[in-house]
């Protein structure tokens, strides 16, 4: 956990947690603000990130080859109605660009 002694406009304490198994799914459902676009792909980059997971809709056929054809490929979990898929980032990193 990082805290730099933060706190909200309503005065609430802000911490920051390291990204998990178990919460990854809450930041997943996080979509940053157009500003800040241009500073989520540093995030994968990072040397500490293991895996990449992603959902689709179930019937959604062109995201399900898009994401194959990247190396994806499904877990055995089941969000609502989205397939969570997942891709090692040492493939990602070992990927031309």
Known sequence: MMDFGFSDRAGRRVVLRDVDDEN?????DTAPLDDQRDYVPALAAREDCRVLRLSYHLDNSVARELYVSLGFRPTETVEGDEVVVEVSADTVRATPV
């Open 24 to 28: 990854w799914r809450a930041v997943a």
